[in-house]
C-alpha cells in the first residue's frame, strides 16, 4: 500500500461540511434580514401614503364642504336681493303712472355651480360622513336638493311670466289708446259737423263732449296726469259712461258712435285692473316661497354642521 502525501495544510472533510453549512445559514439569515427589513420599510411607506392618502381625502373632503356651504351662503344673499327687487316691482304695479310689470330676475339667483358638484359627494357631506339617525340625515340632504329644483325653477317660471304680462299688458294699452285717440278724433268730427250744418238751439251734448275731450283732457296732459289711467278713467270715460247711463233711450247718433270705444276703454281698464292685481299677487307669493327656501336652507345646513363628522 502506497502512502501519498500532498503539501499544504491537511484537509479535514467534516470541518468543510460544517464551514459551508454555516456560510448558507449566514447567507440565509442574511437574506431574512434584509427581506423582514424591506417588507419593513415597504410596509410602513405604505403606511405613510395611506396616511398621506387619508390627510389629502380629509383636506379635500373639508375644502368642498367649505365650497358647497360657501354656494349656499351666495344663494341665499342673492335670495334676499331677490326678494326686494320683488317688493319693488309690487310699488311699481301699484302705481298707475308705471306701464312696466316685469320683473328683474338676477341670474346670479341659480344653483348651476351646486348641481356641478358630483351629486354623491354632496350625499356624503351630508349623510355618509356624519353621525346622526340617516332618516334626519336624508331629509336634509332631499329638502336642500328641492331647494335648488325650486331655484331653477324660479327663474324660468319668471321670464315667462314677464313675456306673459308684457303681452298682455301691451295689448290692453294700445286697445286704450286706440280707443282714446278715436274718442278724441270724434269730437273734432262732432264740431266739424256742427260748424258746417249749425242749428239754433244749444247743442248740449257737444258742449259736454267737447269740454270733456278736448278741455279737461287738456287739462290731465298739462298737469302730467294723461298717463295716469286710473285719473283719465275717473276723469274722463266714467262722465261719459254716466251721461249714456243718464240717456238709455237716445237716438243721437254721435253717442252710438263713442260707444263701441268706450266699451274698448272700459274693457281694457278693466283688464289691466285685474292683471296688475295677478301680476302684484304673483310676485309677492313667489317672494314668501324664495324666503321659505331660504330657511329651509339654512335651517338644513344649520343641522348638517351640528352633526360630527365621520372620518372614514
Do not use: H
Request: hydrophobic share 35%.
Amino acid at each position: 500500500m502506497d502512502i501519498i502525501f500532498q503539501s499544504g495544510d491537511f484537509y479535514n472533510a467534516t470541518s468543510s461540511i460544517w464551514s459551508n453549512l454555516i456560510i448558507i445559514i449566514s447567507a440565509l439569515l442574511g437574506a431574512l434580514i434584509s427581506g423582514f427589513i424591506a417588507i419593513w420599510i415597504f410596509m410602513k411607506g405604505l403606511r405613510i401614503e395611506k396616511e398621506k392618502k387619508k390627510d389629502e381625502y380629509i383636506s379635500e373632503r373639508i375644502d368642498l364642504e367649505e365650497y358647497f356651504f360657501n354656494n349656499i351662503d351666495s344663494i341665499s344673499s342673492f335670495i334676499d336681493r331677490q326678494v326686494d327687487e320683488i317688493s319693488k316691482c309690487s310699488k311699481r304695479v301699484e302705481d298707475w303712472n308705471n306701464k312696466d310689470f316685469t320683473l328683474s330676475v338676477f341670474p346670479e339667483l341659480t344653483a348651476k355651480d351646486a348641481w356641478a358638484i358630483n351629486q354623491e359627494r354632496i350625499f356624503k357631506i351630508f349623510v355618509t360622513n356624519r353621525e346622526g339617525t340617516p332618516k334626519e340625515k336624508s331629509s336634509d340632504f332631499v329638502n336642500v336638493r328641492n331647494c335648488f329644483y325650486y331655484i331653477d325653477d324660479f327663474k324660468t317660471s319668471q321670464n315667462e311670466l314677464n313675456k306673459e304680462v308684457s303681452q298682455r299688458l301691451y295689448e290692453n294699452i294700445k286697445l286704450w289708446n286706440d280707443s282714446l285717440n278715436k274718442l278724441t278724433k270724434l269730437s273734432n268730427e262732432f264740431v266739424c259737423a256742427y260748424n258746417s250744418k249749425p242749428i239754433e238751439e244749444n247743442d248740449q251734448f257737444l258742449k259736454f263732449y267737447t269740454d270733456l275731450m278736448v278741455n279737461k283732457q287738456s287739462q290731465l296732459i298739462k298737469e302730467n296726469k294723461s298717463q295716469n289711467m286710473s285719473i283719465v278713467f275717473n276723469e274722463l270715460i266714467e262722465p261719459l259712461k254716466q251721461y249714456m247711463k243718464d240717456n238709455p233711450n237716445s237716438m243721437d247718433k254721435r253717442i252710438l258712435a263713442i260707444n263701441e270705444p268706450l266699451l274698448n276703454l272700459q274693457n281694457a281698464y278693466i283688464q289691466i285692473i285685474s292683471l296688475r292685481y295677478e301680476r302684484r299677487k304673483k310676485a309677492l307669493e313667489s317672494g314668501r316661497r324664495l324666503l321659505a327656501v331660504k330657511r329651509i336652507l339654512q335651517d338644513c345646513i344649520s343641522s348638517t354642521k351640528e352633526r360630527k363628522k365621520i372620518y372614514l
